[in-house]
């Protein structure tokens, strides 16, 4: 009888789901932080799904002024990536070595797992700045190789190679109170309390867009034409649904920053650190008007089809006020769930 009751508990042990996120991230990590994790909803039509952040250095090269570097790191790593830092800085683009509008496979990234991981790849980054008095902001930093921008009045608009959207979660003393949902280039914040939670009722819920990977508070249409002001109609939306869940902690990277020094210190000693400090694009630049590939109409540059790749997480503002960026827009924490 003992015997069958203790294969009975060895099988069901095997067979329930596994807590990932409390075993496979690296001791330090503050248990909260992956208590109160976002779960990520991914668009059911997006092409483009997660990506390994490694693997975006082996699939581009850095140019400047739309030339390769030519003394640049050979290979490029996660681990020297910042020595480019040297090579022009903020001019430096990490540019496909694929033409894009050919839309090679690596641009789709990975679909996750039925346990929501995207298995081998390394999609996110979670940095934990601890500000003092119990006060601490938890970022997850979701990589994706590829931007759709939309079709805006029958225009493909702001496509563009790289994409790292994030949501921000505020702590005080382990207990969270808002949530930072990044959406183009604002966002929005939400308590806590209002949020949409996942399944166990603790952990809440993001909405990625299709194709933009705007992070969203509910499901449905977004229009965000006004900045600050979102409408669940308009000309220039966003679209999110219940489709692959995914769980951002079940393949990430995970850091504590230090605001004073601005060093990024890793939880265990595989994990790689010096990319974080990398301040160039994260994909290609702009292609200019004369680039077979691009499309500007009526000359007009925000209506280009490519645009460049955006900045990576050190470029996000790790060290807020609020829980809003300090971007000129009001910072609004909502407390009542809307597009």
Known sequence: MFLLLNLLQAHLALSAPASFSKRQAPSGVPDYVLTYAPMVYLYSGDEYRPSDIG????????EVAYSVVSNAPEPLT???????????????????????ADNPTW???????????????????????????????????????FNWGGDYFGFIVDDHVGDWE?????????????????????????????VEKYDDGIRPV?????????????????????PDVNLPEGPIEDYTDNGPIWDPTLSAYYYSY?????????????????WLYFVGGWGDQRYPESDPIQSCPLGITELCKYTSGPTGPE?????????????????????????
């Open 315 to 339: 470029d996000k503002q790790l060290n807020r006020t609020q829980v809003c960026p300090d971007n000129g827009y009001l910072c609004i924490v909502r407390p009542i769930l809307g597009p």
């Open 107 to 145: 641009l789709n990234g990975v679909i996750p797992d039925s346990s929501g991981k995207t298995e081998g790849a390394i999609s996110c980054a979670i940095i934990v700045n601890d500000h003092g008095s119990g006060l601490v902001d938890a970022f997850y930093m979701y990589f994706y190789a």
């Open 206 to 226: 993001t909405y990625s867009a299709n194709g933009s990977h705007a992070n969203y508070a509910i499901s449905g249409t977004h229009d965000h034409t006004i």
């Open 258 to 274: 230090n605001a004073s020094s601005q060093i990024f210190t890793a939880y265990d000693n595989s994990t790689p650190v010096n």
């Open 55 to 62: 693997a975006q250095l082996n699939n581009t090269q850095p």
């Open 78 to 100: 996660l681990d020297n990536l910042n020595d480019l830092n040297n090579d022009g800085g903020t001019s430096v683009y990490l540019t496909s070595k694929e033409n894009i």
């Open 166 to 194: 994030h949501n921000m979660i505020r702590f005080k003393d382990g207990s969270p109170q808002a949530i930072w949902y990044s959406q183009h280039s604002n966002g929005e914040a939400f308590t806590y309390d209002c």
